[in-house]
């Protein structure tokens, strides 16, 4: 990074220092906060996507399809998340194969010979001869598919609880006025439950981010990895030698996930605020009193 | 082999009795529900010891945050903050690379030397993190509930002539319970799945005597199936669950016993209100 970087043997004291928290590998650790920002940002969305989904489906009055609501918001609640981590990816990237097994490759081999899982060249996930951002991406993608599954069971509960929790009265006021099943879904309940919602999803937000060093247990290269990578003890035989200074980037990451709970609960509790204006809940009529008094 | 060879052989592994070698071909159905099976005994040392200890730390940390004396509530805050704020996984890795640089030959204390490594140990390190967390997480809920604790109970015992200690035990330490017990449920199951990050971060499975996600993930890498040991795993948590389920609300019941048609079925809403 810096001129008199050149020989790292030669430097001391802060010289020493300013030159290894620059160097190319820590510039990839530095990186890698940035990926748990764009994993939390594209996940979230998804997830609450997936939970609408489920929410939806939970109310459907077919049978068939408020089952599969049901389960999908049942699974959560007995099962550990870690079990759909490591689950989760590794089920998709075989299924996936084993659909383009059966479209591109002419084989009738069966995909399971016995401990193996076989596929043609053809059918491979991501093609083997593609260059390795395409396999990272790849994998970062099944991670993001995992994340928004478990989150969005998780949000499907929430936003079922608090399409719940719309006053009845509402929707058959809805109802007389001669709104169709739709308009009153997308007019009335849709608008009304987010108040009913928020604090539900507050916390699962907070959960989102706490859960995001699990990356770590679907080998993509976050934060954690290169903790560890970087801390660990280095001989003589690198360019910058040092004793197991691990604690200290654990520290460091522990550090960046406080911030990040205390901006997010800062940001949340004006959010509330600002949604309850209006509100026929409790949080509402304090406004409406202070307010006017 | 027969199925119960295989049980005597496996059943008890994850404590390190019984064969000494994890299997390494030919799979079977009966294997996979042994060993996963056996490795549930960790997840329960962990969650049994862990709510234990946790529960009365967490009592005493509520205490301190609802208490007068700024130093204590301070700290309790901090605590708090320090165990809600951060990921669990976080702390097993920065708790495991905290022990490790404890001097390997013990600490010497008024001449007695006393033996550091069993701390880096899965069964003391980790359940050191685990007590601390649900301790957090718990100490949160309870002072919830000791603010929820309605005026006119402690108006009562105070004409009933009772102070300190003893209107503490009788009226407030009940009630606190009483209302944090569904949220506390919650709590206990989570803790109850947050077990199985022991072995999957930095704690290492001595000679493989791992959890039951342990073994899971052991099969599933080796038969390249994650439709077989999976599935076992996340069978045996369900029933689990439910059993901390019907435990709690006995204790939920018992709670409100004194309350009619307030004992209902605690409502497990999973890890929402964290």
């Given at each position: 990074m810096f001129s008199y970087c050149a020989d790292p043997s030669l430097l001391q004291g802060f010289q020493w220092m300013s030159c290894y928290l620059t160097s190319g590998t820590h510039l990839l650790f530095y990186a890698s906060f940035g990926m748990v920002l764009l994993l939390l940002a594209v996940t979230a969305p998804i997830a609450l996507a997936f939970g609408y989904g489920g929410a939806m489906a939970c109310r459907s009055p077919i049978g068939p399809l408020r089952w599969v609501g049901k389960t999908y918001t049942g699974m959560v609640r007995g099962v550990p998340d870690i079990v759909f981590f490591l689950f989760v990816p590794i089920a998709l990237d075989q299924g996936l194969e084993w659909l383009r097994h059966q479209a591109?490759?002419?084989?009738?081999?069966?995909?399971?010979?016995g401990n193996d899982f076989v596929v043609c060249a053809a059918a491979k996930l991501p093609l083997s001869?593609?260059?390795?951002w395409v396999h990272d991406t790849y994998a970062l993608i099944l991670a993001v598919i995992a994340f928004a599954t478990v989150f969005g069971a998780f949000a499907a509960n929430v936003l079922y609880g608090a399409m719940q929790a719309v006053p009845r009265e509402q929707l058959e006021t809805a109802e007389a006025y001669g709104m169709s099943a739709r308009q009153v879904t997308r007019r009335v309940l849709v608008p009304q439950m987010w108040i009913y919602a928020l604090p539900g999803l507050s916390n699962l937000w907070l959960i989102l981010i706490k859960a995001?060093?699990?990356?770590f247990l679907l080998g993509i290269e976050d934060i954690v990895y290169w903790a560890r990578e970087l801390g660990g003890a280095k001989t003589s035989a690198f360019s910058y030698p040092h004793p197991d200074w691990r604690l200290y980037y654990f520290l460091v990451i522990l550090v960046f996930y406080l911030l990040m709970t205390w901006i997010s609960e800062r940001v949340l509790g004006r959010l509330t605020a600002r949604l309850s204006a209006?509100?026929?809940t409790l949080a509402g009529e304090a406004q409406r009193k202070a307010a006017t008094a | 082999m027969s199925c119960l060879q295989t049980i005597a052989d496996y059943g008890l592994r994850s404590i390190g009795?019984?064969?000494r070698l994890l299997p390494r071909?030919?799979?079977?159905l009966c294997q996979q529900v042994t060993l996963i099976g056996s490795g549930l005994i960790w997840n329960l040392y962990f969650a049994v010891f862990a709510l234990l200890i946790g529960f009365f730390l967490a009592t005493g940390l509520a205490l301190a945050r609802a208490g007068r004396n700024p130093v204590l509530r301070g700290a309790a805050n901090g605590f708090i903050f320090l165990f809600r704020g951060s990921p669990l996984f976080i702390q097993f890795f920065l708790a495991y690379s905290a022990l490790v640089l404890l001097p390997r030959s013990g600490i010497e204390v008024f001449g007695l030397t006393l033996p550091t490594t069993?701390?880096?140990r899965a069964w003391a390190g980790a359940l050191l993190v685990l007590i601390l967390n649900t301790a957090a997480y718990s100490a949160e809920i309870f002072h919830g509930a000791l603010m929820a604790v309605p005026r006119g109970d402690i108006d009562a015992a105070d004409a009933y002539g009772m102070s300190g200690w003893t209107r503490f035990r009788r009226v407030m330490w009940p009630t606190m319970l009483r209302l944090a017990w569904p949220a506390y449920t919650n709590e206990a199951i989570f803790l109850f799945h947050a077990t199985t990050l022991v072995f999957f971060s930095a704690f290492p499975a001595f000679?493989?005597?791992?959890?039951s996600l342990y073994y899971a993930s052991y099969f599933a890498g080796q038969?390249?199936?994650?439709?077989v040991a999976y599935p076992i795993a996340a069978g045996y948590f369900i029933v689990l669950t439910l059993a901390l389920i019907g435990l709690m609300g006995i204790v939920n019941r018992r709670l409100n016993r004194?309350?009619?048609?307030?004992?209902?079925r605690i409502r497990y809403r999973p890890q929402l209100f964290r």
């Open positions: 591109l490759c002419d084989s009738d081999a069966p995909v399971r010979q001869d593609s260059p390795a995001t060093p699990l990356l209006g509100q026929a | 009795l019984g064969e071909t030919d799979f079977t069993w701390l880096t000679q493989q005597r791992g959890d038969t390249f199936n994650p439709f004194h309350l009619p048609g307030a004992a209902d």
